[in-house]
């Protein structure tokens, strides 16, 4: 099997970009959601339709909450290939002079369930790229996709070595880079560059050292209630309004 895709939304949008090969495996009872993912894989021309058992079904994928239904995409696959993924220079090198661009670099992010939130939140404020580190973060599998309700099909990812080299890159193409930070200058009172890139530290150590030296501003969300911090996927959404607001 190659990737496998489940959430009813998740698999709905994979079902576009979906080629030969492709298989849709849903559990022999009938329901209108079911019903509708099974026209929708025929409408494809491309994707072939199985009926099995619950117990088969859950054999594919254990311990994923699929809900009658899994997508498997073909090929000898890893998670994230069927993602738009791009590299920072070419990404870079496909911008005009003048062009607005909005990046998300995620530093250490390791919860798939925060990473498929951002990422659906990055495809509805029309993010350009999100950057994540091959190493000591969480990459874009099956549970993100899910999470991300299908955003994760259309956000370009990419994936890089090294997260500071990354934001020079960046630099020298004129973006202006913004760490989030409780610590830093409010929001409300920013006016983000036209090429802005924000970075969106750890769950629980917020941005590394070494990436915040390479920050141009440190922003914070002005906040009122008890506790100290907003969950990541939270306050990204925020921030990445706040950038369209502006």
């Keep these: 099997m190659g990737e ?6 998740a698999i709905e949008e ?9 298989t849709l495996f849903v559990e022999r009872s009938r329901s209108e959601k079911l019903d509708n993912l099974i026209r929708e894989a025929r409408l494809t021309g491309k994707v072939a339709v199985k009926k099995v058992s619950r117990d088969e079904l859950s054999r594919m994928l254990p311990g994923a909450d699929l809900r009658g239904a899994l997508l498997d995409m073909g090929g000898p696959r890893r998670g994230a290939s069927r993602l738009q993924e791009i590299g920072v220079e070419e990404f870079c090198s496909s911008l005009s ?4 661009a909005l990046v998300l670099i995620l530093d250490g992010i390791t919860d798939p369930h ?3 939130a951002i990422l659906r939140s990055a495809d509805q404020f029309g993010v350009s790229l999100v950057i994540i580190p091959e190493r000591r973060s969480v990459q874009a599998n099956e549970t ?3 999470v991300s309700s299908g955003a994760a099909q259309y956000v370009p990812i990419s994936v890089v070595t090294n997260l500071s080299r990354a934001i020079a890159t960046l630099k020298d193409n004129g973006f202006w880079i913004y760490g989030a930070d409780m610590a830093g200058e409010s929001s409300y009172a920013l006016d983000f560059a036209r090429r802005s890139a924000i970075v969106m530290g750890s769950e629980g150590d917020g941005i590394s ?5 390479n920050c141009d501003h440190i922003v914070s969300i002005p906040m009122r209630g008890h506790i100290d911090s907003l969950n990541v996927s939270v306050a990204a959404g925020i921030l990445l309004y706040e950038f369209r607001r502006t």
């Design 14 to 22: 994979a079902l576009k970009k979906a080629g030969m090969g492709s």
């Design 4 to 9: 496998k895709i489940y959430g009813h939304h």
């Design 209 to 213: 050292q070494l990436v915040r030296k």
């Design 97 to 100: 002079e003048g062009d607005e």
């Design 144 to 146: 993100v996709v899910k």
């Design 114 to 116: 925060n990473l498929g």
